[in-house]
């Protein structure tokens, strides 16, 4: 019963750092997108109420767009 808590365990950081990769609006969007449809296929598989397939295209699309939406302004 344990395991899923230790994957998750390591899943969580991975993830975290993942997300900080990306300068531009569109590596924000791929990188978000991975990160949501990942985190989408697996609440659909843990849940049962939404198939995983479901879940990840749900997931990727907003984590795409969060992921586009988040990018940082120009710095000069």
């Known amino acids: 019963?344990?395991?899923p808590a230790k994957i998750?365990?390591?899943l969580v950081p991975i993830?975290?750092?993942i997300s900080a990769c990306g300068d531009?609006?569109?590596?924000?969007?791929?990188?978000g997108g991975?990160?949501?449809?990942g985190t989408g296929a697996a609440i659909g598989a843990a849940t049962g109420?939404?198939?995983?397939?479901?879940g990840a295209?749900?997931?990727?699309?907003?984590?795409a767009g969060v992921g586009a939406a988040t990018t940082p302004g120009t710095r000069y």
């Open 24 to 31: 531009t609006w569109g590596q924000r969007a791929v990188t």
């Open 8 to 10: 998750g365990a390591l």
């Open 49 to 54: 109420g939404l198939s995983v397939v479901g």
């Open 57 to 63: 295209l749900i997931g990727g699309a907003i984590g």
């Open 1 to 3: 019963m344990m395991m």
């Open 15 to 17: 993830a975290l750092l």
């Open 34 to 37: 991975a990160i949501g449809a």
